[in-house]
């Protein structure tokens, strides 16, 4: 941890201001991470109407839905599980930083959060175009003939897509948080572990994408 | 006094008293438009829901109109079909759901459990704007044509084959549903984690955990319609085939995403009604409510359930026919809470010492449409009948007695009680009373008619029907003329009564709520010092009037 030590020192008290409805900085921050988990709750389900319509044709259209994965890039959908997966370490250590006062660690940590997520954004948008350019997106010319692969791809790009639009999201309010840590004197804001659990939950959605959309039809 | 407590009974002439300051003093655009408070929010919200209510309503004039002939005079077949689209989006999305949570659940939680504000006031500024955006979109539709889908966005209709605006109206109920998804977690975090010294979860007034209930139903099943409305927007605009049956694509699942939504919305609009409706009747009966845990187990029961029933809906859609046989089981289900919550209401009315109150006239109204609106759907809720009257007037009747009468008559019933709380007057009696009677009148001079018509076999969504018809639809059409007399009155007084009526004093009406407490408006920050609750809710039998006769009968005719 040597690269982090710098300004690990005790940090000076200085509370921001603590907005109307409550009486003390942790009554705010435990409110925070209540409310981000009823979004994450309301997140679950607004995925899960995807989920379920990959379930339902899953079983209706089970070849057209394997011919269709198979024709996933796996090599780059697994680049990218091993690059979000490492984004969220260094968010659960920017996370504990915070825990332990140590400022340094957190905003290095939030930039390199920040940085993968951005890398896996790279990834995923070199690998649409790949997708583009083999007819992958389901209207004239596509490439699968099999009777609901067009349904495998549509709900591919719908989720991918979806998945993205948040990482996005995430990307630009961790960059903010790691912009703001470098210069704050105390770390007493409630956004961190907020956002921690935002970011663990876009990942979370990826760890089921990442078989659904590249591993099933694989099995040899 | 050090502290304020519930359940004092108040001294007895209450003082009007002026308020030192009040939320409306600063009255400068900016500071409402970039306000955090959430009893500020309440009225923008009000602003706007009253705003779309009078679109809404607009569109509904010119169907009415229609259907006093059997041939299609007024407007054509395409203009029809675009009016009752925008009538169903507007009312659903842009008033009934919104109406009482934002505008009643935001000026009151804070003020009955004795907060400051919200949990996130920033939050809550934002779900107004994204509302607002919400509503810009529909406005858009408005103006370029509109959309002709019905307001249940079918598939494979609305993805291939509509003409008009159907993305822009997606994105417009979209955006709305992201705005209660907001006020549903504020809600749900400030309950939890708000409630003053001594409102325990036991305490809390019905109205609160009507707003919990429906802050759940809000998180869990708005996100559910959004995605739908995200894949059909997909469908339509990059033709991505998701419900297309050319290509495998199943409608039904669509239908299934829809209505495990758009069930539950029916209870987003009726919780918050039976939550006000249990606050107005036990204060103007002076009665402890009946039964008050039954009714805060029977909210929950009602909001829990109310996501298992959503296959009703589809009996008629070539569903198998074993889970239309679970979902009729389930439906039935649902109305064993809804029955408890009408007969605890009843059961506070008894030997209370009832009195005529515009709200309580309102609440009364309630309680009987709410009544009629169980029975019928039991009807619907077993298959061979829903079979013969499905998309009849009769399923339009049904809906529009949960929706118009029970809806609107317990906002009608809230705006009542505590317009005194919101705007520091009073609103003139005898004017109310009149009104509120004749909702109730225009309300089943408009509905019944469709009962026997929908019964006879009048299909909804058609504009030219048999001459057979005729009849009941013009008695229809004129009761509407009534109602809509009957929803502008109160606007034209109450308007009327900021401007010149005498202020209200700071408990009006003897009730027991934390609201009552503090000041007729009340200051920025609801109430001067945290206030501590020792008593159970609705405590009205101590403070019984020794003079009133206990007879209710002997009361109500003595008002």
């Known amino acids: 941890m040597s690269s982090v030590s710098v300004d690990d020192t005790a940090l000076p008290v200085a509370e921001p201001a603590v907005p109307e409805a409550w009486d003390t900085i942790e009554e705010e921050q435990e409110a925070a991470s209540f409310g981000m988990w009823l979004f994450l709750a309301t997140e679950m389900l607004f995925f899960g109407g995807l989920f379920l319509c990959y379930t339902v044709y899953r079983f209706t259209h089970a070849d057209g839905f394997l011919a269709g994965a198979r024709a996933t890039d796996v090599k780059l959908g697994t680049i990218n599980t091993v690059i979000l997966l490492t984004s969220s370490l260094t968010m659960v250590m920017a996370v504990q930083g915070g825990r332990l006062g140590l400022r340094g660690l957190v905003w290095r940590c939030l930039a390199a959060t920040a940085v993968l997520g951005a890398a896996f954004l790279a990834v995923k948008g070199y690998e649409w175009s790949q997708d583009l350019s083999r007819h992958l997106f389901p209207k004239a010319h596509f490439a699968i003939a099999e009777c609901g692969a067009s349904m495998f791809w549509a709900l591919y790009w719908v989720m991918t897509g979806l998945h993205g639009i948040h990482l996005t999201i995430g990307v630009v309010i961790v960059t903010r948080l790691a912009w703001l840590m470098r210069g704050l004197t105390s770390l007493k804001i409630p956004d961190l572990i907020t956002i921690g659990l935002y970011w663990h939950f876009v990942d979370t959605i990826w760890i089921f994408l990442y078989p659904l959309l590249y591993l099933s039809g694989r099995a040899p | ?199 325990t979860w036991f305490r809390l007034p019905l109205f609160v955990w009507a707003m919990y209930a429906v802050s759940l139903v809000f998180i869990l099943a708005t996100p559910v319609l959004a995605i739908t409305l995200v894949l059909i927007s997909a469908e339509r605009y990059f033709g991505l085939p998701i419900f297309d ?249 109450l308007t009327w009564s900021l401007f010149t009526h005498r202020n209200a004093p700071n408990n009006p009406w003897n009730a027991t709520g934390l609201e009552w407490q503090t000041t007729s408006p009340p200051p920025p920050e609801n109430f001067t010092r945290p206030p501590v609750v020792n008593k159970e809710p609705y405590d009205y039998e101590e403070d019984r009037d020794p003079d009133r006769p206990a007879n209710p009968q002997l009361a109500g005719a003595g008002s």
């Open chain 2, 245 to 493: 049956p050319a290509n495998g694509g199943d409608p039904l699942l669509f239908q299934h995403l829809f209505w495990f939504y758009s069930h539950p919305a029916v209870y987003i609009m009726i919780l918050p009604a039976m939550g006000v409706v249990s606050e107005v009747i036990t204060c103007f009966a002076r009665r402890k409510v009946f039964g008050y845990t039954f009714m805060v187990y029977a909210l929950v029961a009602i909001a829990a359930i109310s996501f298992f029933v959503w296959g009703h809906h589809m009996f008629v859609s070539g569903m198998s026919p074993y889970a239309g046989l679970v979902f009729s089981l389930l439906s039935f289900v649902v109305a064993v809470p809804s029955a408890i919550k009408v007969f605890n209401w009843t059961g506070t009315l008894f030997r209370g010492q009832i009195t005529f109150e515009a709200p309580m006239l309102y609440a009364l109204g309630f309680l009987g449409l709410f009544t009629v609106v169980g029975l019928t759907g039991l009807f619907l809720a077993s298959i061979p009948i829903d079979v013969h009257v499905h998309d009849t007037y009769f399923v339009i009747a049904h809906f529009h007695y949960i929706m118009v009468g029970g809806s609107l008559s317990a906002l009608y019933a809230a705006l009542h009680f505590w317009w005194p709380k919101i705007t520091g007057k009073m609103y003139p009696e005898s004017w109310a009373r009149f009104a509120a009677i004749m909702m109730f009148f225009g309300f089943n001079f408009t509905f019944f008619p469709q009962f026997i018509l929908g019964y006879l076999g009048m299909p909804r969504r058609y504009h030219v029907y048999p001459p057979e018809f005729q009849a009941l639809h013009v008695i229809s059409s004129t009761g509407a003329s009534v109602l809509a007399a009957a929803y502008l009155l109160p606007i034209l007084y």
């Open chain 2, 1 to 199: 006094m050090t502290d304020i407590t519930v359940g004092q009974n108040p001294p007895k002439p209450a003082p009007v008293d002026a308020p030192a300051h009040s939320y409306l003093d600063t009255p400068s655009l900016w500071s409402w438009l970039a306000t955090t408070e959430h009893k500020r929010i309440a009225i923008l919200y009000a602003i706007t829901v009253t705003f779309f209510f009078l679109i809404g309503s607009g569109a509904m004039a010119v169907i009415r109109l229609e259907l006093m002939t059997p041939q299609a005079d007024v407007v054509s077949d395409e203009a029809y079909n675009r009016l009752f689209t925008l009538h169903g989006v507007v009312m659903v999305w842009f008033f009934l759901i919104p109406s009482i949570p934002t505008i009643f659940g935001n000026f009151l939680i804070p003020l009955m459990i004795g907060a400051k504000d919200l949990a996130f006031p920033r939050l809550n500024l934002i779900s107004w704007y994204l509302n607002l955006l919400g509503g810009l979109f529909v406005i858009y539709v408005l103006i370029s044509g509109g959309v002709d889908t019905g307001w249940t966005f079918y598939t494979p209709y609305s993805t291939m084959f509509a003409n008009g605006a159907v993305i822009a109206a997606a994105a417009g109920v979209f955006f709305a549903g992201f705005s209660s998804i907001a006020t549903g977690i504020n809600f749900i975090a400030t309950i939890h984690m708000l409630r003053t010294k001594g409102m």
